[in-house]
Each structure stands twice: as structure tokens, then as C-alpha cells.
């Protein structure tokens, strides 16, 4: 009898394909792959899984009946159980607001370190959500039924509470808190995709170099890219859209209102944020020679598994395309 054939569908996304023996699939039964997702080597997803605008690094694990949407995911050192990050099945990513936002997108670890797969994994227990816009570091971990957002630390993070009912009773559509974390928090997101951007122009179509089928791989995997940096810059223009009512609604019914300040500096100055966005995301910036001369040197020694060059690169190379990537995707500080 042959190996049953997985059940699903999928459109707009890219697999870079298994270097592994395990696992031995790519996608469970029953999976839904949306526009924008990119499964890196050996990354995969277990049954009736559906993930939209997602990217996962090399190893990265989903479990079964998860709902993952707006998110970036990296960490792990390899293939092996308890090495890779890992998503327990029945989460949810939680990447739409009651106002109509989804200014929500997510980091769990990052891709200026995580590209080099040398980073401590992330564990999301099963059965809990994540509330976007988050980040974790590495070697983060949660258990299992927890609520989570805001910002996970290495090591165990405890669920959020519930908030209360005398606030939820207060809670009003029309008017937006606090936006500077979710601001901060997008911008962050945008820069490590383009520092992800940067890494295929760079270091992936270096390696692919005289192979064509390989350019043509990859030169897709960087369209996906492109389409969730264009996608995270789509929604926070939306959110900031929703922000002005907002401000000028504070300004009529609740002048002097706290709130005013943060929201109003946003959206004064989202007309210059969103050119820089834009531009930064198409700028593509060389890469050190350090770094292609250690790609080169990791290559002739490992042969041309993508997985094998990277964890082969030299302390020096590392170091010197770990200061490239942190370089372009520090676009908070610009």
C-alpha cells in the first residue's frame, strides 16, 4: 500500500521543500495554506491547520487545528524533538480587534538571529492564544490553555487575566487608548521582514547562484515576503485611518482627554511614516563580504543543504551578518 496523499488546499504561499527524513510531511490532512504563507526547510504543520500572511522559519512546527494568521516565527537549532519551535495544536493567533483592525501582526523570535538556527526555541503550549500584536524571545515558553500577549520572556510566561467586568463595561469602539505599543510593535514587524526581504536578495540567491530551478524557488519565497510587508503596512494605514476618528471624536465630546496626545503624534505623523515603510521594505542592502565569503567556505565543506551552509558558517560570518540584518531592520529608530 502506499503513503496516504495529504487532503487540502493551497494558494499564493511557497514550501522550500524537506532536507529531513523527519518529519515526513509538510502539511497534515486537511490543511488550508493562504496567501502569503512561506514554510522555510523542514517547517510544517500537522491536520486541519490554516495559516494566511505567515512565515516559518526553518524546523518550525504547527500543530493540529490551529488558526494562525499575521505572524512570523523563527527559533530552534535543528529537527530533532525538543530542538525546533514548536506551536501546540488548537491555537489560535488572535489577529483581528473588535474595531476592525488588523494592525495585529506577530514575532515569536526574530529573523536577524533566528536565520542563523542557532537560537534557544520557542514553545507555545496547545490549546491557548496568542493576542497580536506580540513578540516572545527566544526560549520562551507557555503551557498549555493559556491566554498570552504583550511580550513573552525566555523561560515561562504565566496566561494573562481576565480582565474584569467594570472594564469590559467601559470599553467603547468609537474611541482608541493607548497606540504607541501597537505602533512600536509594527514597525518592528515590518523591519524584520525586511530584514527577511534582505536575506533572500542577498544570502539565499547567492547559494542558488548557477542552479536555476533553485533561483526560481526562492525568488518566489521572496515574493512572499514582499506580500506580508505590503500586507502589515496595508493594515496599520487602516488602524491609523481609525485613529483620526478617533482623535477627533476626543477632541469634540472629551476635550483634554489623556488619550489625545499619543494618538494625535501618530497620526500627525503618519504621512512621513508610511513613505519610509514603504521604501525601507523595497531597499535592498548588500550583504558583507565577510558573510559571503563564510557562505562560500560553508558550502564547500557541507555540500548544498541550505540548513547544513547556515549552522556551518564561521563565529566571524555570523557575527558580521547578524550586524547587517539588525542594521536594516532597525527601522524604530529611524
Not at 497606540?179 to 527577511?196: N, S, W
Not at 563580504?289 to 543543504?305: I, N, Q, S, V, W
Amino acid at each position: 500500500r502506499g503513503r496516504p496523499v495529504p487532503c487540502g488546499v493551497a494558494e499564493d504561499a511557497v514550501f522550500l521543500g524537506q532536507e529531513m527524513d523527519e518529519p515526513a510531511f509538510t502539511t497534515g490532512f486537511g490543511f488550508r495554506v493562504r496567501k502569503g504563507s512561506l514554510y522555510e526547510e523542514d517547517a510544517n504543520s500537522a491536520q486541519h491547520t490554516d495559516t494566511k500572511m505567515t512565515v516559518l522559519l526553518p524546523w518550525v512546527t504547527l500543530g493540529s487545528n490551529i488558526n494562525w494568521c499575521d505572524i512570523l516565527v523563527a527559533g530552534g537549532t535543528g529537527p530533532g524533538l525538543g530542538t525546533f519551535t514548536e506551536v501546540g495544536s488548537g491555537t489560535v493567533h488572535f489577529n483581528f480587534t473588535p474595531r476592525g483592525d488588523k494592525a495585529t501582526g506577530s514575532c515569536l523570535g526574530d529573523v536577524c538571529d533566528g536565520v542563523f538556527l542557532d537560537q534557544p526555541r520557542v514553545f507555545i503550549g496547545g490549546n491557548g492564544s496568542i493576542i497580536g500584536p506580540c513578540t516572545a524571545a527566544f526560549g520562551a515558553v507557555t503551557g498549555a490553555g493559556g491566554r498570552h500577549g504583550g511580550d513573552l520572556r525566555p523561560g515561562l510566561n504565566l496566561p494573562l487575566p481576565h480582565p474584569g467586568e467594570e472594564a469590559a463595561a467601559e470599553f467603547d469602539l468609537n474611541y482608541y487608548g493607548a497606540v504607541k505599543r501597537v505602533a512600536l510593535r509594527q514597525l518592528q514587524v515590518i523591519g524584520q521582514l525586511a530584514a527577511l526581504d534582505a536575506w533572500y536578495a542577498g544570502v539565499r540567491a547567492h547559494l542558488a547562484a548557477g542552479d536555476a530551478a533553485r533561483q526560481a524557488l526562492y525568488a518566489r519565497g521572496r515574493a512572499m515576503v514582499g506580500l506580508n510587508l505590503d500586507e502589515r503596512i496595508k493594515q496599520f494605514d487602516a488602524m491609523v485611518a481609525r485613529v483620526d476618528d478617533s482623535v477627533q471624536l476626543l477632541y469634540t465630546h472629551l476635550p483634554g482627554d489623556v488619550r489625545i496626545p499619543q494618538q494625535w503624534a501618530l497620526v500627525n505623523a503618519w504621512n512621513d511614516i508610511r513613505p519610509h515603510l514603504e521604501q525601507h521594505g523595497a531597499q535592498y542592502e548588500e550583504p558583507p563580504r565577510e558573510l559571503l565569503d563564510g557562505l562560500d567556505a560553508a558550502a564547500a565543506k557541507c555540500g548544498p543543504t541550505y540548513t547544513a551552509i547556515i549552522r556551518g558558517l564561521n563565529p566571524a560570518a555570523r557575527a558580521a551578518g547578524q550586524a547587517w540584518l539588525r542594521g536594516i531592520a532597525a527601522i524604530s529608530d529611524t
